[in-house]
Each structure stands twice: as C-alpha cells, then as structure tokens.
C-alpha cells in the first residue's frame, strides 16, 4: 500500500507561481511512476503531468506546458509540480498519483492523494 499526501496549494492572483509537493510512504518509491491531476468543480478529473521512475521522461498537458514543471526526488520520496504563470483556469483541486505505468491517464493510476485546492484570482 501507498500513502500520498500533498501540500502546497493555495491562493493565488494570476500570473503568480505555486509548488505543489506530493510525499510518498509505504512503498518503494522508486518503483513508481508519478504524475499529478486536477479536477475543477462540475468536471473531470484530468490529467496535468506524469514523470517515470527513473526520472528521464516528463509529459504535459496541453494546457499547462511550458507553465508546469515536474519534478522528483528519490531520495526524499517526494514529487513536485511547479506552477508558474497561473490562470484562473488553473483552478481546481490538485491529485498526486501514482502508479505501475507511466500515469498519463486516471485509468493508469494505483494510488491517489487526497488533494490539493488551487484557487487562481484574476
């Protein structure tokens, strides 16, 4: 079993920067592929970024590249996502996942934080 808890949302104006942060326990976390998703009232949760094991391949959204940036340590069993030149539509509760597959989709997923609310203000 895995335990991800996350920390590091907020409220923030827009055009601002957050990190989001995802601690990991229970397993090896090395064996994991990591990733995070959102979920904004009335819709779906969906994918934002996904980062492998071994930390050599990242993927986006299109929504959030080239404004995101994931990131792993190991040693410390933590994930990171940070968000910078945030929009109002970057709202919404903020998932660390993990997983056996590389977590590009909610149906690759094994384990689920709990969440993180993100509020951006025009």
């Known amino acids: 079993q895995v335990q991800l808890v996350e920390s590091g949302g907020g409220l923030v104006q827009a055009g601002g920067s957050l990190r989001l942060s995802c601690a990991a326990s229970g397993r090896t976390f090395g064996d994991l592929h990591t990733g995070w998703f959102r979920q904004a009232p009335g819709k779906e949760r969906e994918f934002v970024a996904a980062?492998?094991?071994?930390?050599?391949?990242?993927y986006y959204a299109d929504s959030v590249k080239g404004r995101f940036t994931i990131s792993r340590d190991n040693a410390k069993n933590t994930v990171y996502l940070q968000m910078n030149s945030l929009k109002p539509e970057d709202t919404a509760v903020y998932y660390c996942?993990?997983?056996?597959?590389?977590?590009?989709?909610?149906?690759?997923?094994?384990?689920w934080g709990k969440g993180t609310l993100v509020t951006v203000s025009s």
């Open positions: 996942a993990a997983g056996f597959a590389v977590v590009t989709s909610t149906g690759l997923v094994r384990y």
């Open positions: 980062i492998t094991r071994s930390s050599d391949s990242t």
